[in-house]
């Protein structure tokens, strides 16, 4: 088993290499975790640098005194892989943000197809997107990773194709008539960005636009997949034959 991540705002240990963990992260680490002198923990600002520490101490309910003798950086894993995701029903939006990332998804963009049920608007958009952040976060955490997924805000069609146009290769996730994505050829850096349509499916209008972005419509398998799984098992695909994975 590695070894637990815990998220900090810097790195910056004193110069004994003595860092304090407190806050909501300590008091998990000590009052959940009840980690001990000994354990080994590792700290990271989400954005790649990171740390390995052993436990010295605890101070009361939510202090872990820890050493930090170095700090690393983790590269940005190429190629990126963004999944453009449209908006699911009630929380399986957050059921796909939380798979996505533990696979290992590098940006996640929530759009608002037209033939999305769901809708954010004012502060309900707003809590909605602080949901999906923090289940990035959570999931980071839980999958060992240093690096989160950036949840970017939610993405118009026009925001969506221009992303597209951008990318090294674009691909959309379609059933009809669509060729296999296992079987395309992509590139070994750069970005890749895939957009999963809602339940409804992409819309023509839709699927021209993200054509003329440069974007091919790609199929999955036989079945069809609901939007809150596609995009984690079409992740799973691209890392595997991009050699992430390997």
Do not use: N
């Not at 806050?23 to 790649?48: F, I």
């Not at 004012?122 to 989160?148: H, I, M, N, Y």
């Amino acid at each position: 088993m590695t070894a637990p991540v815990f998220v900090v705002e810097h790195l910056d240990a004193d110069s004994g290499g003595r860092y304090v963990l407190d806050g909501p992260e300590g008091r998990h680490a000590v009052s959940v975790k009840r980690l001990r002198p000994g354990e080994d923990v590792v700290l990271t600002d989400g954005a790649g640098r990171w740390a390995d520490c052993v436990v010295l101490d605890t101070e009361g309910k939510d202090r872990l005194i820890v050493r930090l003798d170095s700090v690393a950086e983790q590269p940005q894993a190429e190629p990126r892989i963004t999944i453009v995701q449209a908006l699911p029903k009630g929380d399986r939006g957050e059921l796909a943000v939380e798979t996505m990332t533990e696979v290992g998804v590098d940006a996640i963009v929530p759009w608002a197809a037209s033939r999305c049920i769901t809708q954010w608007k004012g502060d309900r958009g707003l809590k909605a997107l602080a949901k999906w952040r923090a289940t990035a976060r959570e999931a980071g955490k839980q999958s060992r990773r240093v690096r989160f997924p950036d949840v970017a805000d939610a993405a118009t069609s026009k925001q969506v194709a221009a992303l597209l146009a951008k990318a090294d290769f674009a691909a959309v996730l379609h059933e009809s008539g669509a060729e296999p994505l296992a079987g395309v050829e992509l590139p070994a850096e750069g970005e890749i960005v895939l957009v999963v349509g809602p339940e409804g499916g992409v819309s023509p209008e839709e699927l021209t636009l993200f054509a003329e972005a440069g974007a091919q419509a790609y199929r999955l398998g036989p079945s069809v997949l609901r939007t809150s799984t596609a995009g984690t098992a079409a992740a799973a695909l691209l890392l595997g034959r991009t050699g992430r994975w390997s």
